[in-house]
């Protein structure tokens, strides 16, 4: 079983940076695909970027290319999730993920372990 507690969040003016973090406990972090997905209010829940287990591949929604970065450390099991020139529209409950797939992919469904989530507000 793998516990995922999210950091990081809070109120952050457009164009400004964030850096969400992410750590796990329990069970083998280094094996599994994580991801970051968040959900806004009255919508359905979406991914953001996703890692494959040793970290060489990435992979990212499109509205955050070129902006937003995931990262891990495995040595430390956790992961990290830099946002830069972030928008309103980023305005969101952040959660990472992990799958039992050593390959990270950007379908939700496909992860098992959840964390709580940390909000993040962009103000215009």
């Known amino acids: 079983q793998v516990q995922l507690v999210e950091s990081g969040g809070g109120l952050v003016q457009a164009g400004g940076s964030l850096r969400l973090s992410c750590a796990a406990s329990?069970?083998?972090?280094?094996?599994?695909?994580m991801g970051w997905f968040r959900q806004a209010p009255g919508k359905e829940r979406e991914s953001v970027a996703a890692i494959d287990w040793n970290g060489v591949r990435t992979y990212y929604q499109d509205s955050v290319k070129g902006r937003f970065r995931i990262s891990r450390e495995n040595a430390k099991n956790t992961l990290d999730l830099q946002m830069n020139n972030v928008e309103p529209k980023d305005t969101a409950v952040y959660y990472c993920a992990a799958t039992h797939s050593s390959i990270a992919s950007l379908n939700f469904h496909e992860y098992t372990y959840w964390g709580q989530g940390t909000q993040v507000t962009v103000s215009s």
């Open positions: 329990g069970g083998s972090f280094r094996t599994y695909g």
